[in-house]
């Protein structure tokens, strides 16, 4: 018998791509096998240097092995949890892995930006969570369908989001294994809340 999926269980899950998984698999392997090794000598050769209470070496290496073993506590974690979101492949309907460029209305260049879940996240490269506004507004939306999402303020550090502020299309680009999307100006109306449109272009 299948057991309910209760809150608590949804709170102990982490969705995952299966590149996300991978990449945090690569992570693991060298903090455990390079990194922590090398932190643990040298707190061991910085320990040799003398008295500790002035030895800035020596607590220096201690902070990077004690950092290095915290992320390596938290994506066995993360990895415990994890339930594997396969990456989309329609190349209508926006999702889980969909490969998104967003062009700012005015702007010169394009941003590409990839569907993520929400511990793959990482705005400076490019990838947006499922999780976030923007990501669940788009989450499963098809061409030809009206986006609209709360926009974050304006001093939000995340630099993503003042892009999407602004309208914009999709159409779906055959240049790519994964769905892609290149999002253009698509209104003019400015409003606290956003709107979007995915169109066939």
Known sequence: MNTPVTDQTVRDQ???TEAGVQDLQNELTELEEIKLP???TRVSVARDHGDLSENA???SARVDKELIETRISQINDILSKAVVVKSTKSHIAVGMGSVVTIQKKGAKKPQIITMVGEFEADPV???ISSASPLGKALLKKKVGDEVTFSAPPASSTTPFWILSNFPIVFFPSSSTLLSSFRIQSGISKFSLTKKYFLTLS
């Open 14 to 16: 982490v969705e995952l």
């Open 38 to 40: 090398e932190a643990v």
């Open 57 to 59: 070496e020596y607590h």
């Open 125 to 127: 490269e490019g990838k």
